[in-house]
């Protein structure tokens, strides 16, 4: 089984800046994309940012310019830089993995961390 655990997350004044990371541990033998959800109170979860097994990127237009993802292969991460955060980035912010696992025969399969809280507010 796969593993994600977020941390990073906190309160942050309008402006300010956070950095997150998700660790993946487990029976990990490959990680494909990598990437950042989040889901505010009452809308639905949207990808912020994505990373491809290629490094290539994809993020949200609301965040572009931004957050910036990246990943530490040697240590199974993802990190999300949130820069000039503003209230409306106020959401639970989860890691998600596409990764071959324990299963067998081998597949990708989807994995969720639990998600850590990001309040802008001043």
């Known amino acids: 089984q796969v593993q994600l655990v977020e941390s990073g997350g906190g309160l942050v004044q309008p402006g300010g800046s956070l950095r997150l990371s998700c660790a993946a541990s487990?029976?990990?033998?490959?990680?494909?994309?990598m990437g950042w959800y989040r889901q505010a109170p009452g809308k639905q979860r949207e990808l912020v940012a994505g990373i491809t097994g290629g490094g290539s990127i994809n993020y949200a237009d609301s965040v572009k310019g931004r957050f910036t993802i990246s990943r530490d292969n040697a240590k199974n991460t993802v990190y999300l830089q949130m820069n000039s955060l503003k209230p409306e980035d106020t959401a639970v912010y989860a890691c998600?993995?596409?990764?071959?696992?324990?299963?067998?025969?081998?597949?990708?399969?989807?994995?969720w961390g639990n998600g850590t809280l990001v309040t802008v507010s001043s």
């Open positions: 487990g029976t990990i033998f490959r990680i494909n994309a």
């Open positions: 998600n993995v596409e990764a071959y696992g324990s299963s067998w025969p081998p597949r990708a399969l989807i994995y």
